[in-house]
């Protein structure tokens, strides 16, 4: 098969190396992208290694049609190894508009095999290999060109390793059953939904500030968050840029009626103002003027009693000590809002409410089992 250059930069060479990619067992991936002023990550590279030493790199700013990278990405056949995969897997995604499939995320392996799973891709490298990466090419500018040698050097080591890591990380998974459970958590990545853009329907409840809000105030919110998620993408900025999140607050708690008290009781500028000011006041007007019935419930903090907390304390005991002897870390088992809504839940004895905890089913209901037989004993 022909010889390509680590640089491929036309639709024939990728279609090349894609056909090779496709020949082997495993490939790494990787990108370096720039988001800062627009909604979308400007892609500025792909990394690609079929093996330690056969490393390339896919220009997106020369190829402008990355279907080709898609029949890799989605093969079946073909392992794709990414570190902390969900954010380079969305970018692929919307570069190619193929749905990621057989996916290995080094960053999740670590911490079943020992590891904890927080670990940066430079971090796992000096543990696993003992070899020093570069750092300084973080904050590069990635669509500029032409790159740099140094530019080229740091995104080839960013996959170089990683088919290496890979082996050394199974290698440290106790036995098959642990096996199994990585294997289940690492088939959510092929999950389509993931990549739905349209999928955020419950962002508004991420705004800092936001469970200080009546319902009232929570309908609005939402409302104007799903507009200026629709005016960001089609202006191609951040959200920030059309509105911050704390305007966002302060016009779901005034809720004003006038261009006037927008200006005179809100932080916006006067450019937001002038530019947003219709839309934003025809978004309260109308939320106000629907049944209350349908504005979205407030979520409630979890407070729990004298009972409850000792049974929290013997989970998180129960967690730690098994962790340790499974080689698993702690955090994949559930954060600490998790374990204490779990806690709650149990007590309530609601089925509906415990079947959407995601430690009540797969792995991690295997991994609790004894936890919820001496639960179900002691009610």
């Not at 951040?238 to 005179?264: C, F, M, N, V, W």
Request: a neutral charge.
């Amino acid at each position: 098969m022909e010889t390509l250059n680590t640089l491929i930069q036309n639709e024939t060479d990728l279609n090349l190396l894609v056909q090779k990619a496709r020949q082997t067992d495993a490939v790494a991936l990787d990108t370096e992208f720039v988001w800062e002023r627009t909604y979308y990550p400007q892609l500025g590279l792909i990394q690609i290694a079929l093996s330690d030493e056969e490393c390339y790199l896919i220009d997106p700013i020369a190829i402008k049609d990355l279907s080709a990278l898609g029949k890799l990405l989605s093969d079946r056949g073909v392992i794709k190894i990414l570190h902390d995969a969900p954010q380079d897997l969305t970018i692929l995604q919307q570069a190619t508009g193929a749905i990621p499939q057989n996916i290995f995320d080094t960053r999740l392996a670590a911490g079943f095999s020992g590891l904890p799973a927080t670990l940066s891709l430079a971090n796992l490298i000096k543990e696993l290999l003992d070899i020093d990466l570069a750092k300084n090419e973080t904050r590069t500018n990635w669509v500029k060109r032409p790159l740099t040698d140094a530019q080229v050097d740091y995104a080839l080591d960013d996959v170089r390793y990683l088919r290496a890591v890979r082996v050394l990380l199974l290698s440290g998974v106790i036995g098959p059953k642990i096996k199994s459970w990585l294997q289940e958590e690492l088939n959510l990545l092929n999950n389509p939904a993931n990549y739905n853009s349209t999928n955020n329907s419950e962002r508004y409840r991420k705004i800092r500030g936001s469970n200080s809000l009546s319902r009232t105030g929570l309908a609005i919110l939402k409302n104007l968050a799903v507009w200026r998620d629709g005016m960001a993408q089609k202006r191609d900025r951040p959200r920030g840029h059309i509105i911050k999140d704390t305007g966002l607050i302060e016009l779901a708690k005034l809720q004003p009626k006038t261009s006037e008290e927008l200006t005179a009781k809100t932080s916006l500028s006067d450019k937001a103002v002038s530019r947003y000011a219709k839309n934003v006041l025809a978004i309260i007007s109308a939320t106000l003027d629907q049944d209350n019935s349908l504005y979205p419930e407030q979520k409630q903090p979890t407070r729990l009693n004298s009972g409850e907390k000792e049974t929290l304390k013997n989970l998180n005991g129960l967690i730690a000590l098994k962790c340790d002897l499974l080689g698993i870390a702690t955090s994949l088992i559930g954060n600490r809002s998790e374990l204490k809504q779990l806690t709650k839940t149990l007590q309530s004895s609601k089925p509906q409410e415990i079947d959407q905890l995601r430690q009540t089913s797969g792995w991690r209901q295997n991994f609790l089992e004894d936890f919820f037989r001496k639960n179900q004993d002691d009610s």
